[in-house]
T-cell receptor
Framework: GENVEQHPSTLSVQEGDSAVIKCTYS??????FPWYKQELGKRPQLIID?????GEKKDQRIAVTLNKTAKHFSLHITETQPEDSAVYFC????????????FGPGTSLSVIP | DAGVTQSPTHLIKTRGQQVTLRCSPK?????VSWYQQALGQGPQFIFQ???????QRGNFPDRFSGHQFPNYSSELNVNALLLGDSALYLC??????????FGPGTRLLVL
């Protein structure tokens, strides 16, 4: 079945450094890849997403890259701040609006002031 | 513009009981998906409702069922509760091929 793997499971960085989280997916039909940030006790919040017709997308300090051939995608956070500390989930979904979204297991990011 | 809302926020049940959780989608959204999130794990897809019908289902037993109403709101029902059903239940709404936006979740504890 569909599967999304995510690495690392935990990540600690100094404030101001960059953080990179990597994901791989198994279903080659996947074409939509959202990233969610979940703070403790709160709902997952969409921070950025990318579709398979695009190789990279940026939004201020956050960027996502996609390699469809290798079936992997990555989240890059630059100039990290303490408020970036949270659990980050990557996910993959298929072509149609009713394809289920499969989530990775999450990466716990700690930004040390 | 109200976002996705869920009720109740917390619930305590005992094994064997039944539970109903509720979700109201974001304004303009017509599709509701339900997820189970165990502690320390990613959300696991339960099922998705569109036009009052279940159109996708994850690997969950028939004890998990749902409903969508004409106003697009949705319910998740779980029968014969097990201890392992204790989790945060999240609903997410979307429109066409747009992104899914999550509600705050219902934390269910089964004793």
């Amino acid at each position: 079945g569909e599967n999304v793997e995510q690495h690392p499971s935990t990540l600690s960085v100094q404030e101001g450094d960059s953080a990179v989280i990597k994901c791989t997916y198994s279903d080659s039909a996947s074409n939509y890849f959202p990233w969610y940030k979940q703070e403790l006790g709160k709902r997952p919040q969409l921070i950025i997403d990318i579709r398979s017709n695009v190789g990279e997308k940026k939004d201020q300090r956050i960027a996502v890259t996609l390699n469809k051939t290798a079936k992997h995608f990555s989240l890059h956070i630059t100039e990290t701040q303490p408020e970036d500390s949270a659990v980050y989930f990557c996910a993959a979904s298929g072509k149609t609006s009713y394809d289920k979204v499969i989530f990775g297991p999450g990466t716990s990011l700690s930004v040390i002031p | 513009d109200a976002g996705v809302t869920q009720s109740p926020t917390h619930l305590i049940k005992t094994r064997g009981q039944q539970v109903t959780l509720r979700c109201s989608p974001k304004s303009g959204h017509d599709t509701v998906s339900w997820y189970q999130q165990a502690l320390g794990q990613g959300p696991q897809f339960i099922f998705q409702y569109y036009e009052e019908e279940e159109r996708q289902r994850g690997n969950f037993p028939d004890r998990f069922s749902g409903h969508q109403f004409p106003n697009y709101s949705s319910e998740l029902n779980v029968n014969a509760l097990l201890l392992g059903d204790s989790a945060l239940y999240l609903c997410a709404s979307s429109f066409l091929e747009g992104a899914q936006y999550f509600g705050p979740g219902t934390r269910l504890l089964v004793l």
